[in-house]
């Protein structure tokens, strides 16, 4: 395959930071750092306001014991007077879900969503279906943070988090950064987020995952040992994620296949409905069988395992990735040609032979919700795979669309910047100069915007007016989210221009 220029060359830098100690005094959403391991006073003011309401899930265990802070919490909130406790124990119970998981799960997702302490209020716009019917929550949740003392409750309960993070972060390092390694991911991807929450109100070993948007969450209870192989996956799966929408015209070239899956009895629903969040499992399963520290037949055995459970591609993949790696492209730039290697008639000759399980053990990690983009979003995801792939012709006509989907200005920008790009590299220099200077005139991206500055000095170099050329690659080094690549293109820019003049 022949492969045109990143159409956002390395914008975001995704650092996995896992503090060491100390998650964070003062209250706020996420203590510690993005794309980390962090602690949230708001999903403690949550769980400890449900836990006096009535949620006893979990209690027995003797995790509780070991970390004590739920029981101690639970305590002290007993022999407080609380004046909103009544109305909040009658929230509660007409919220109540059939089973234990499903009721602690609508108010993890009402804590990654709600806004920081001391109001919680939800977004005034779409919220995700479960955490909908809690919209009334906020307010009683303000309420219970005042009366309960709840700051106070919090700083208290710092020696119990900083020591469960202690157990758990190395293990959670080493994973995550193998896992970067095999993916060859120096940089993030459009600016997402990867955090995960510990909490220690809630019942023991629950791993729950969330993706809003542009946010992927692992929230994690006390678990009897760091569970490593969920976190990792859950880390893959955000990486993986966004290549579905990019490259959705290969994924669908394998479809045929789906209705092996479609026959497996024991896989979840949820990856029988959407062949895309199949396939992207699949591919994880696959990269965890390389990443398995033992032998060829447990590798094996861990890949038929996978097919016998519905995840119809893992053995495709695990096939293929012995050749991803032995090439020196980061993952995210040759998964269509690992996806595109797929041989249909060979695994529909595989999976014929696999004899499907009828029922898995309960396991402690639901699938993902599917990533939610809107139709802008999605177009621009799609045509950027569009012009990785060389199809020009239906990259432009997917920028185009952008502009028909949305007034958003930032997008539009990202459009503008798509079409410019392919001007460039279709040698229309003066359409190209005009697109790039509506990136700039309409992009919030100050990432984008740099690169474009830097384009168009190159077009004003090939036009013959160092002047001009040196205002924009001067106006790249200014801006301040410039990144390290484009100050780098700029700055040698600048000296070829200071070094002809010399001349």
Known sequence: MVRIARLFPILIILIITLPRHGAAQQPSR?????????????????????????????????LNQHY??????????????????????????????????????????????????????????????????????????????????????????????????????DQVINTLFEANGYLRNPSGYLGRRFQIFLDLMAAPDQIQVRSYRDDYFVVITPTTAPPIDQIRDAYLGFMMDPLTFKYSEVIKQKKPLQKYAEDAPALDL??????????????????????????????????????????????????????????????????????????????????????????????????????????????????????DQNDVENARKMFKKVFEQTPDKAKQGRAYYGLAVIDLQEKHWDEAVDLFQRTVDSNTNRSIVAWAHYYLGQLALKAGDP?????????????????????????????????????
């Open 467 to 503: 002047e001009k050329a040196t205002t924009h690659f001067k106006q790249t080094l200014a801006n301040q989210e410039a990144s390290s690549k484009a100050r780098e293109a700029a700055e040698k820019a600048l000296q070829s221009i200071s070094g002809d003049i010399k001349q």
């Open 30 to 62: 996420g203590e510690g750092g993005e794309n980390g391991f962090s602690t949230s006073v708001t999903m403690f003011t949550t769980l400890a306001a449900i836990n006096a309401a009535g949620y006893d899930a979990g209690m027995d265990s003797p």
């Open 270 to 387: 949820a990856y029988k409905d959407d062949f895309s969040l199949l396939l992207n499992k699949c591919l994880v399963k696959a990269i965890d069988s390389r990443l398995m520290h033992q032998g060829p037949e447990k590798r094996q055995a861990y890949i038929n395992e996978a097919l016998r459970e519905g995840f119809i591609l893992t053995a495709a993949f695990a096939d293929l990735l012995p050749a991803y790696e032995k090439q020196q492209d980061a993952f995210r730039i040759y998964y269509p040609d690992l996806v595109n290697a797929i041989d249909i008639r060979k695994e529909e000759k595989r999976l014929k032979t696999v004899q499907f399980a009828e029922s898995m053990p309960q396991k402690i990690i639901a699938p993902p919700a599917k990533i939610q983009l809107d139709p802008a979003d999605e177009s621009l995801e799609t045509a950027q795979g569009l012009l």
């Open 68 to 169: 004590k802070i739920r029981s101690e919490v639970r305590d002290i909130l007993a022999k407080e007077k609380i004046a909103c406790l009544s109305e909040l124990r009658a929230f509660y119970k007409d919220h109540k879900k059939p089973t234990d998981a499903g009721d602690l799960s609508q108010y993890i997702s009402f804590a990654l969503v709600a806004g920081d302490a001391p109001n919680f209020e939800l977004p005034t716009g779409q919220v995700p279906p479960d955490v909908e019917p809690l919209r009334g929550l906020s307010q009683i949740l303000a309420d219970f943070y005042q009366q309960a003392n709840i700051a106070d409750l919090w700083r208290r309960a710092q020696p119990a988090y900083n020591a469960a993070i202690s157990e758990y972060q």
